[in-house]
């Protein structure tokens, strides 16, 4: 399994194994301790996320497939659903959880396709299937496992701290991504040092002729 792979498994691990401790037990935080919040409104901000993200991803993967730099628009967007957990941590009113769902809904926008992009291009040959089925193994019994534990945390600790570890979590999964820069920048001298290196040395066999 090759780096780039391992990064990207990484990262969202931390992230959606983050969320899966809040996914649960949001609209109940919406019900019960927010104004103006309902179990429709808890509909309604689940509904703006899936809306943004879907009237975004599609025609922003048009333009991150001709994009040279993909891992920076997979950075941004992992930092804004980084911080929508934050947000909730300030909220009062049910109308800062739809700003919440709403740059969610960007980030992940902004994040979903250049993510697909970045792993399909970077798959080891012959082992597709098993880096999606570990990918896919690995990030559901990280939700599964936390999806109880953040009940728990919501129920005895409390909602904001909750959300202060979601946020948390999120973060590093934003960091490591900050690694696949590094290696796209080393990949790029690299291979600008060799162009250098075989032009100069070109340009010295000409001469010497």
């Known amino acids: 399994m090759n780096r780039t792979i391992k990064l990207l498994m990484i990262s969202d691990i931390f992230v959606l194994t983050g969320f899966g401790l ?3 037990i949001l609209a ?3 019900n019960d301790n927010l104004i103006g919040g309902t179990i429709f409104s808890a509909g309604l901000a689940s509904m703006i996320f899936f809306l943004t993200k879907s009237i975004i991803q599609l025609p922003f993967s048009r333009h991150v497939d001709k994009t040279e730099n993909k891992t920076r628009w997979l950075i941004l967007g992992t930092l804004l659903i980084s911080i929508v957990p934050f947000i909730y941590i300030f909220t009062s009113g049910i109308k800062m959880i739809y700003l ?3 740059i969610h809904g960007i980030g992940s926008g902004l994040a979903y396709p250049t993510w697909l992009g970045l792993w399909s291009i970077n798959l080891d040959r012959k082992q597709e299937s098993f880096e999606w089925s570990l990918y896919s193994t690995l990030t559901g019994l990280g939700t599964a496992a936390t999806a ?3 009940a ?3 129920q005895f600790i409390g909602f904001k701290f909750t959300f202060a570890l979601v946020g948390i979590m ?3 999964g934003c960091i490591i991504l900050l690694w ?3 290696k796209r920048k080393k990949s790029y001298q690299s291979s600008l040092n060799e162009i250098i290196t075989e032009r100069t040395g070109r340009d ?3 001469l010497e002729r």
Do not use: C, R, T
Request: glycine share 4%.
């Open 204 to 206: 010295k066999e000409f």
């Open 28 to 30: 109940i935080f919406i």
């Open 22 to 24: 809040i996914d649960p």
């Open 100 to 102: 919440a769902q709403l």
């Open 152 to 154: 728990a945390i919501a």
């Open 148 to 150: 109880a534990v953040g």
């Open 180 to 182: 696949l820069n590094q």
């Open 170 to 172: 999120s973060l590093i």
